[in-house]
């Protein structure tokens, strides 16, 4: 066995995520591993509340970050709110609504899928009119930014028509966080999970979470045990609820929370708007560069992700050589389709520390010369 | 709101994990961010993995790293091969074995505790005559290395017992993995899970898991669904399992896998046999160190982990403060006692890159300071 120090190459992450990791937040992942209860991480772990609620736009006392990605935020909020025999309404206009249905029928639950086209937003209608059909739903569940088509729903008005049908709501925030507007506590959502590695450019492994007061107290008031331990919010209180009394559950992350600390705090200096903004600009410098290539977008103007770009690949040319040549060439990583969408679009990812004009510049004009 | 990155202070940690993170492996975990599906990404996971195999002692094809802390890698466990209905039957000597139990419940399964005392290794008889109480177990679980007592098991007859029995084994490995013998193939054991931060000296967050064929045919052999969508190792697999093709199953903490690569390769360099003839020679040095200010082992002398020293606090000691004072005034982390064993004993740990003749010194001369 012939193995060596593993030495990354330098790539520029234009792909659905991980995003270029900001280098303040790569040497914080590198500071000195201390102890979970150590008296110094506890009150790191306070200021990573507050940052977590700031982005989040929250008063949430129940904001932590799960010690897994993305899909463990998903699941952690699925287990948590759905019991055996819970009908749920799940809108599902890409890969990620698919994830949300798979984890309602694993909670024993009942998933009312709504579908929508792939590339499209959630239609509110569709949503109204699986509540009326449906009144013994309990929960509604979408997907703010949907990573797989690069469309970004309207999560204000599917919240409200939700409440007014008297179900709650879960959120899926992962690529929307830092990157596009998201108010937790204006628009009432009240479950919401994100991930590390998208808008917020930290390694990925983690998923901020936040529960309101409603949510929560179903998480109280169940009649059957969450069926996962880990996720178990009940238990990840004793170690992320109350400041003055933390109770061991399981080993945090120390230097993977290291990093979202510090990533978290970029975006809180750089200010939400501004990031909404710097987000906003660069995908409209991308998209005139894509669109001077002669190449289109599968979303309609109005319903894309600033961040995540989904470009038609044009008949004739191959998926693969092209994204290979962009990474081996030019140490460019862009995206490729998922599902029904493998071989028929790109992604390309703005997001974070990635989205940098240098970057737009350098990914039209390699992409340029990859087609020419 | 006022916060600065954060600047953790420097400590020996001599609690029952963390243990200090080899400066190797923070460096490691500071390099720039590839994508988890870019293909010198995939070339690493293929060498984390026969590093994996090399740690556990196995050939098992399906070793891989679940992306969660220890506590994830027993659920994945439970929750791949546990069914509604089955018997389980958990030998328990302290903290986890109650996890266990609790796993077990929580997949619908029915968990058949065999109780030892706590300090003490889990007795092969009370497993045999559990057995043979209950034909109709179908698994049998139990804890190598007890970190919330010291106590060591001797999981070789253990599995012996159960597989005559025509039970399956599930075996924690959190402490044990790279601190004492560990001989997955030879000792058939069939499921067994790790943590990183314990003998790999790798940051918290990270679970090294290894299912040999008989497991793995349960897993895709089940008549009920697997009801953890993360967990469920038949989708995983398609991340983990074959080189050739790894499709996308969730986002993959990329510079957590950066760290616990570099840890397996010190380990490999150091070589298996060597760490644990190194943990071994510094338990001994701490225990003559222990002894030496009139202190005792909670453990019997054959069945202590060489690396988890739990030592018993003097009466009229206060737990609590002597703690705080090795912290405080000497940057020394030691760990408490956890349920029935809180502000009874302390664990001194000595794992990975913390078992140095140093710590020894440093540690017992700082205890003594504090105890007179």
Chains 1, 2 share one sequence.
């Not at 012939?2 to 990791?21: A, H, N, W």
């Not at 109204?128 to 929960?139: F, T, Y």
Request: with cysteine; proline share 5%; glycine share 10%.
């Amino acid at each position: 066995m012939k193995i060596d120090s593993f030495d990354p190459p330098m790539r520029i992450l234009m792909g659905p995520g991980p995003s270029d990791v900001h280098p303040r937040i790569l040497e914080a992942m590198a500071r000195p591993t201390i102890g979970h209860l150590d008296p110094e991480f506890i009150r790191m772990m306070e200021e990573l509340k507050q940052l977590a609620q700031y982005a989040f736009q929250t008063r949430n006392e129940m904001t932590m970050i799960v010690s897994g990605p993305g899909s463990v935020g998903m699941e952690t909020c699925f287990v948590n709110l759905v019991e055996p025999g819970d009908k749920v309404i799940v809108c599902q206009n890409g890969v990620f609504g698919g994830r949300m249905k798979e984890n309602v029928e694993r909670c024993g639950g009942v998933a009312v899928v709504v579908e929508d086209e792939w590339g499209r937003a959630v239609d509110p209608g569709g949503l109204e009119r699986a509540l009326e059909a449906n009144p013994d739903a309990k929960i509604a569940a979408f997907v703010h930014a949907e990573t797989s088509t690069g469309a970004l729903s309207d999560v204000e008005t599917l919240v409200r028509i939700a409440h007014a049908h008297g179900c709650l709501t879960i959120v899926d925030a992962v690529t929307s966080l830092g990157g596009a507007p998201l108010k937790v506590d204006e628009w009432e959502i009240d479950a919401v999970y994100s991930g590390s590695q998208k808008c917020l450019s930290c390694a990925p492994g983690l998923s901020p979470l936040s529960f309101n007061e409603r949510a929560m107290s179903i998480v109280r008031n169940r009649k059957t045990r969450i069926q996962s331990w880990f996720m178990d919010l009940n238990l990840v209180l004793g170690y992320w609820g109350s400041h003055e009394k933390r109770a061991y559950h399981h080993t945090a992350p120390v230097n993977a929370l290291y990093g979202l600390h510090e990533a978290l705090l970029i975006l809180w200096e750089e200010g939400l708007e501004n990031a909404w903004a710097r987000h906003s600009d660069n995908h409209h410098r991308l998209r005139n560069g894509i669109e001077s290539l002669g190449l289109s977008f599968i979303v309609p103007e109005r319903e894309r992700i600033p961040h995540l770009n989904a470009v038609s690949i044009p008949e004739g040319v191959d998926d693969a050589s092209v994204r290979s040549r962009l990474l081996n060439e030019f140490g460019i990583e862009i995206g490729a389709g998922l599902g029904p969408l493998a071989g028929k679009i790109w992604r390309i990812g703005l997001m974070g520390y990635s989205s940098r004009t240098r970057n737009v510049v350098c990914c039209v004009n390699a992409l340029k010369e990859v087609l020419s």
